[in-house]
Nanobody, 125 residues
Framework: QVQLAESGGGSVQAGGSLRLSCSAP????????MGWFRQAPGKEREGVAA???????WYSDSVKGRFTISRDKTTATLYLQMNSLKPEDTAEYYC???????????????????WGQGTQVTVSS
């Protein structure tokens, strides 16, 4: 069973940056798809960005151009670089992984079976 652990959350002012990390201590080389999701209070969880082992990248329209997802296979770490943060980016951020996800579902939370515990990101205006 793969375990994921997020870190790097915190509080920042609007326009600032944060980098989230997601480690998989017991790295499973069958993990093909990994993604970042977020859930704000009172809202449904939404997909933010995803990456596959071949380097394919996907972003939600709300973060495109501001967030960058990357994956370091040697350290089994997934990153989310978040720049130009906005108050509406405030949420609990989760990383997720799965061996297979249909391309049309890469930003759908129900498509992933393995999840981390989450890390809070708060952006103040």
């Amino acid at each position: 069973q793969v375990q994921l652990a997020e870190s790097g959350g915190g509080s920042v002012q609007a326009g600032g940056s944060l980098r989230l990390s997601c480690s998989a201590p017991r790295y499973d080389y069958h993990i093909y798809y990994m993604g970042w999701f977020r859930q704000a209070p009172g809202k449904e969880r939404e997909g933010v960005a995803a990456v596959d082992s071949a380097g394919g990248l996907w972003y939600s329209d709300s973060v495109k151009g501001r967030f960058t997802i990357s994956r370091d296979k040697t350290t089994a770490t997934l990153y989310l670089q978040m720049n130009s943060l906005k108050p509406e980016d405030t949420a609990e951020y989760y990383c997720a992984a799965d061996s297979y996800v249909r391309l049309e579902d890469v930003l759908s939370d129900w498509a992933y079976k393995t999840w981390g515990q989450g890390t809070q990101v708060t952006v103040s205006s």
